[in-house]
């Protein structure tokens, strides 16, 4: 699992109204708990082959800033130049098409140029498809779901650069 997938988890985690979330895959285990106002996030990172432990713990908004600060010191260039990167988040929950008919092409795909009024997908909501505009300018890095996908609100669906 890389650090930007755990990133992103936490980033999902923090947003939604999950207290806990435990995941585990090929000897790796990610476990997320929230606790109340005030008392802050612990999220661990064990990893079976290696047997490495890694713990953050965020007790105050400055403690979090101090600590993504230092995630990014680690970071490789790659990761440093992803995060430049701006998102196109999804407005509502729903199911995300990245076309308007199983048929028809997609909307949009990776590298493509799009500009602030393209539609780049459509989000299904309680049987009305809503068209997703970019609403800024550039080109399309990495779609971040598949075609079919429940997302949420808030969730990030591609990275443009």
Same mark, same amino acid.
Request: glycine share 6%; net charge negative.
């Given at each position: 699992?890389?650090? +930007?997938e755990?990133r992103?988890?936490i !980033?999902l985690m923090d947003q939604?109204?999950?207290?806990e979330f435990?995941? /585990?895959a090929?000897?790796?285990k990610?476990?997320?708990?929230k606790? &109340? #106002? &005030?008392t802050?996030?612990?999220?661990?990172?064990v990893e079976?082959?290696? +047997?490495v432990? @890694? %713990?953050?713990? %965020?007790s105050?908004? %400055?403690?979090?800033q101090t600590s993504v600060v $230092?995630e !990014?010191e #680690?970071a @490789?260039? $790659? +990761?440093?130049?992803q995060?430049?990167?701006?998102?196109?988040?999804s407005?509502m929950?729903g199911?995300?098409? /990245?076309s308007s008919?199983?048929d028809? %092409?997609a909307?949009?795909?990776?590298?493509?140029?799009? =500009? @602030?009024s =393209?539609v #780049?997908?459509?989000v $299904?909501a309680?049987?009305?498809?809503?068209?997703?505009e @970019?609403e800024i300018d &550039?080109?399309?890095v990495?779609?971040?779901?598949k075609?079919?996908q429940?997302v949420?609100?808030g969730q990030?669906?591609?990275?443009?650069k």
């Open positions: 699992m890389k650090i +930007q755990i992103e988890i !980033k939604s109204s999950l207290d435990v995941f /585990e090929d000897g790796t990610l476990k997320l708990k606790h &109340g #106002v &005030g802050g996030t612990t999220q661990k990172v079976q082959p290696s +047997q432990t @890694a %713990a953050v713990e %965020a105050t908004p %400055a403690v979090s $230092e !990014k #680690v @490789a260039p $790659e +990761q440093k130049e995060n430049n990167y701006k998102t196109i988040t407005p929950v199911t995300f098409y /990245e008919s199983p028809a %092409a909307y949009v795909k990776v590298g493509d140029k799009v =500009s @602030a =393209s #780049v997908c459509i $299904e309680m049987k009305l498809f809503n068209e997703i @970019a &550039g080109e399309i990495e779609i971040l779901v075609d079919g429940l949420e609100y990030p669906l591609f990275s443009i």
